[in-house]
């Protein structure tokens, strides 16, 4: 996994290629955003951690050149954009430019570090069909689950539910969300419908350590996988 | 010093040149009009004295006046006067009437055939006349005189009747000034109105449309001032947005580096401090961040003000709470419903995570956090709930004082989360309410806004 750093300040630059190579990552870093939307037009990257405070071209410009030129590729290039947030509302507008993702400066590394996994995941998964979680596997073309290796019979509801879940790992998933993903045309279905899901996958899928966190009057957390 | 009022200020510029009006007015109207009645009343006297001249005879040489009863009646009858007339011979001898009545004085209006004056008897005013009488080959003079009361009547009717109009109109201009000056002055009361009820943050021009052509130069400065302030503003919000950026990234850098070494095996003492550090720079941005919240706030301008809707807000951001929540073991919880409200989602985003990072601080593990949005009585508001150890009643005036931190906390709270919360409430014209929790327990923070 090759990931682009586009951040000018030497001292966070440094840090972020270190906290991400002792993860594994191949890692280039540079603090101008002209160099960056070369390099992306030449080479592959899996990810681009992008700074809105460079100088002369503002990560915003960068954002958008990378959507243009990246439209006609085969994946879409996932962006984690940083922001020091004051101003212009940086991370709606970040996010209306096509961010995948944005953290406000600064930032606990374990935080970082998770997002960007959740971002490789997510974006693997929009183009493979393999979807994976600690020891959870979900196979999305052969509709087949597996856990730890062993196959794990899924209802076709409770599939649905855990897919929404996989995609945000780490972040709240309404239950108006859940529902919009799950429910069919002129389906009708209540929130309550979901909770019995979520119980029937949570009897399935914790024993092996994945945590699925009611967050009381909202929705759903599912947890990254910790090794335990 | 009473500001000087502009209508009163009218009135008293308006009052002596009105009067004097008047007054010229008065004496213009009232000698014309004076003098033919008088002339009139002293031609009746002139009559009286040459109807009274024919009654003189010369027998034996010594003049006689003998008046009918009947003349004497006519005398006798004026209403209002009483006539007073005197006889003199040719060489003015005493011949019958009242012998006080004096003759005219040296040099009194005199024309051909009468002399009238002004004169006295036992200390009543007069006016007279005197005629000559043929008597024989020479002439008797024969003075009358009666007393004013006609005459004075007839000057007050003609002062009256000259007076009263013109009194008239001048009541009716100084009412004219009075409500003209209220009335032309109502589109200035309705800008003000308008201003008044503007918010602080509100640096709109001022619509000068409406206005008096008179008051446009007030307005222009008052709009140039406004501009000036507005783009004060401005340049406080590039700073601020500069000096976050700035103030930031070697933050980040700072953290980042901390944590890469505390991530490594380190001698024990090392940690330690390494680890002081990092809780150090941690506090330090979160001061930073709130230090920018709060200038923010104060420095008000409009730019970024729009609709928000305040449920999505808190779901936008829940995010980074649930995480603090799990970690503290505490349980947190929304009661959402959709709720909007005009104002800035950046110092609103950042009043409700100030309250709810505040509760997730202080509240013990296996507490209670709720989070919630939505209606009460048809007004905005937001609010966090949490069944922690509270805010004492007394506290509660002081906990909204910068920097103030209840004695024997814990928790790392620099004392100014709820000094930004309240400076966000009042800057979007919201209130902020401390109260307890639930059943007693805890504490409430709501931030009520004004009905949409």
Redesign the interface.
């Known amino acids: 996994m090759r990931i682009l750093i586009v951040e000018d ?1 030497p ?2 630059a ?3 290629s ?2 991400l190579q ?1 993860e594994g990552y191949a890692v280039d870093a540079t603090g101008r955003g002209e160099d960056a939307v070369l390099a992306a037009s030449q080479e592959r990257f899996d990810l681009v951690i992008l ?1 809105i ?1 460079l100088p002369r071209m503002d990560g915003f410009e960068v954002l958008r050149r990378l959507r243009v030129a990246g439209s006609d590729k085969s994946g879409p290039l996932p962006v984690l954009v ?1 922001t ?6 940086d991370r ?1 507008r970040g996010l209306d430019l096509g961010a995948d993702d944005y953290m ?8 970082l570090t998770a997002r960007v996994r959740a971002l490789l995941r997510r974006s693997q998964a929009h183009g493979g069909p393999r979807i994976v979680h600690g020891p959870l596997t979900l196979d999305t073309v052969a509709r087949r689950a597996f856990l730890a290796g062993e196959p794990l019979e899924l209802a076709a509801r409770e599939w649905a539910v855990l897919e929404v879940l996989l995609a945000r790992v ?3 998933v ?1 239950k108006e969300s859940i529902i919009q993903a799950v429910a069919g045309w002129g389906e009708d279905l209540s929130p309550n419908a979901i909770e019995v899901y979520v119980s029937r996958l949570r009897a399935k899928l914790e024993p092996s350590g994945i945590r699925i ?1 009611t ?4 929705g759903y ?1 599912l ?1 990254e996988y910790k090794d335990a | 010093m009473r500001p000087r009022s502009l209508r009163a200020h009218l009135l008293r510029m308006l009052l002596p040149p009105i009067s004097a009006l008047l007054a010229v007015g008065a004496v213009v109207a009232y000698y014309p009009s004076l003098e033919p009645a008088t002339e009139a009343y002293d031609q009746a006297l002139v009559d009286v004295g040459i109807a009274l001249g024919t009654h003189i005879s010369i027998a034996d040489g010594a003049f006689r006046f003998e008046v009918p009863p009947a003349v004497e009646q006519v005398l006798r009858t004026d209403r209002y006067d009483t006539i007073y007339y005197r006889v003199l011979g040719p060489d003015g001898q005493e011949i019958a009437g009242e012998p006080l009545l004096p003759p005219p004085p040296e040099g009194a209006e005199a024309s051909a055939e009468l002399i009238s004056y002004d004169t006295k008897i036992k200390g009543q005013k007069l006016r007279a006349v005197s005629v000559l009488a043929p008597c024989g080959r020479r002439a008797c003079t024969v003075l009358v005189a009666e007393t004013t009361v006609k005459r004075s009547r007839l000057t007050r009717d003609i002062m009256f009747s000259s007076l009263f109009p013109e009194i008239l109109i001048a009541i009716a201009t100084l009412v004219i000034v009075w409500f003209g000056v209220k009335r032309g002055l109502g589109p200035l009361s309705r800008l003000s109105e308008e201003i008044k009820a503007r918010s602080p943050r509100d640096l709109r021009a001022i619509d000068a449309v409406a206005a008096p052509e008179e008051t446009r130069p007030l307005l222009d400065a008052l709009n140039g001032l406004l501009e000036q302030v507005a783009e004060g503003n401005r340049n406080q919000q590039r700073f601020l947005a500069n000096a976050a950026h700035q103030l930031r990234t070697p933050l980040a850098g700072l953290q980042a580096h901390t944590e890469i070494a505390l991530s490594q095996p380190l001698p024990e003492s090392c940690r330690l401090q390494l680890e002081q550090v990092h809780q150090a720079t941690i506090r330090t941005a979160r001061l930073a961040n709130q230090l920018l919240a709060l200038a923010r706030a104060e420095s008000g301008g409009r730019a970024s003000t729009s609709p928000v809707n305040l449920k999505a807000l808190v779901e936008g951001e829940a995010d980074q709470w649930v995480h603090q929540a799990l970690a503290r073991e505490v349980d947190l919880g929304f009661g959402l419903d959709p709720a909007t409200v005009d104002g800035d989602a950046l110092l609103l985003r950042e009043a409700i995570a100030n309250l709810a990072h505040n509760a997730l601080e202080y509240v013990p593990p296996g507490g209670h956090v709720t989070v919630r949005t939505g209606l009460r009585d048809g007004a905005p508001f937001m609010e966090v709930e949490d069944d922690g150890p509270g805010i004492p009643a007394l506290e509660r005036g002081r906990v909204i004082e910068r920097f103030y931190r209840i004695p024997g906390t814990g928790g790392t709270g620099s004392g100014l989360g709820l000094a930004i919360v309240r400076e966000i409430a009042l800057a979007h014209g919201a209130s902020m309410e401390i109260s307890d929790g639930a059943l007693g327990k805890g504490c409430r923070v709501e931030i009520r806004f004004p009905h949409g």
């Open positions: 300040d001292s966070l440094s840090g972020l270190r906290i002792a700074d405070g940083l020091a947030r004051d101003a212009v509302d709606v406000v400066k600064p930032f606990a590394m374990p935080e780490e972040k709240i309404s966190r967050v009381r009057g909202f957390m947890e």
